[in-house]
């Protein structure tokens, strides 16, 4: 018999290893205006202007950057039991951990879980003050909350049932006429996801997303990083997704992980919301407008330590790779499967 999974509400928040705290707090606070909750030598724990809860983002000094963990937030503290038998029953590492192991959060429950990466779940955490209306600190380029998670693994179908047994429902897929399975976007709390699985080598951290509520924080980001001549920093975007609809900017923080700056994605909270398929060769899928996907946005993640902070083994991409079947030798997405337009002509 299946054991009854917890009851997650959403992504809650994540903690990455950072090899240098100042140089973090420079990009983390400085430009993407994370509101620091709590900071000492060895940590900094962060929020967005809505978040109500201790933290959403912990940086962590260590000797290289990893991802530490991804926490859920579960409904109930009795749901912790239930994570507990559920992943003991899937023969998976399980710890507890007591209120205040990690700053601010309660009493928690952490896994190794069937793909590899390490996954908290808690109930309980600190609340502090709540910034929605603080418009005197909110800078031009205010983020809002936590939005996602997402998450390289090779196999992506058995990633998908995965997260199906946990009461994750898939909003949108990326595909090919051969049945292949690049991409799925999951989701508890009502939106398009709370945690994307991408087709790679892995078990590898490929972002963490955070909302703002209008475009032009996004273009913000982007001015103030030009303006600190850090565009470097800029990996991919601004730009609009076709998955998701969202309007998006990938930046690489000063260790390499990679933030995403998300806006206008859309409610999918009805029990028949309906899941899009993408054909993987439609070249709006990444980017409605059609602009080409950096190889460096398919290739590099971060990897991810297991419950005794080692680095897990990374396995290899066994299917194809949606880099090698959209992505020519010089670089650039190829266009197909729609229409095509060339300057000069009349359609
Ligand atoms: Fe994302």
């Known amino acids: 018999m299946t054991a009854t999974p917890p009851d997650v509400i959403r992504c809650a928040y994540a903690e990455l290893v950072v090899t240098d705290l100042a140089a973090s707090r420079a990009f983390y606070v400085d430009v993407l205006g994370l509101v620091v909750t709590h900071e000492d030598s060895s940590a900094l724990y962060l929020r967005a202007f809505e978040e109500y809860l201790h933290h959403s983002l912990v940086l962590r000094k260590g000797p290289e950057p990893a991802l530490g963990v991804l926490a859920y937030r579960v409904r109930t503290p009795a749901d912790l039991e239930l994570a507990e038998a559920y992943y003991r029953g899937l023969g998976c590492p399980v710890t507890r951990r007591p209120a205040g192991a990690t700053r601010g959060i309660g009493e928690a429950v952490r896994v190794l879980d069937p793909l590899g990466f390490p996954v908290e779940f808690f109930h309980e955490a600190e609340?502090?003050?709540?910034?929605t209306q603080r418009y005197d600190v909110h800078g031009a380029g205010?983020?809002?909350?936590?939005?996602?998670?997402n998450l390289d693994t090779p196999d992506v179908p058995a990633a998908r049932k995965y997260y199906e047994g946990l009461g994750f429902r898939v909003s949108e897929d990326i595909q090919d006429a051969e049945g292949t399975v690049y991409a799925a976007w999951m989701?508890?709390?009502?939106?398009?996801?709370?945690?994307?699985l991408t087709g790679g080598d892995g078990p590898r951290l490929h972002h963490i997303a955070f909302?703002?509520?209008?475009r032009h924080q996004i273009l913000h980001i982007c001015d103030h990083l030009g303006a600190l001549r850090k565009s470097g920093m800029i990996e991919r975007g601004p730009g609009r997704h076709g998955v998701s609809n969202a309007f998006y900017l990938y930046v690489r923080d000063p260790d390499g992980h990679r933030i995403e700056i998300y806006t206008h994605d859309y409610y999918t909270g009805d029990?028949?919301?309906p899941v899009i398929t993408?054909?993987?060769?439609?070249?709006?899928r990444r980017d409605w407008w059609g602009n080409p996907v950096v190889p460096s946005w398919y290739t590099d993640a971060s990897v991810v330590l297991d419950l005794d902070g080692h680095v897990q083994p990374v396995v290899e991409r066994a299917e194809p790779r949606e880099a090698d079947v959209t992505i020519g030798a010089d670089g650039f997405s190829y266009t197909s499967g729609q229409a095509e337009f060339k300057l000069g002509e009349q359609v």
């Open 211 to 214: 909302a703002s509520h209008e």
């Open 127 to 131: 609340h502090v003050e709540r910034f």
């Open 271 to 273: 029990p028949d919301n």
């Open 142 to 149: 205010a983020l809002s909350r936590l939005d996602h998670f």
């Open 187 to 196: 989701f508890r709390k009502p939106t398009v996801h709370d945690v994307a």
């Open 278 to 284: 993408w054909d993987v060769h439609d070249n709006q």
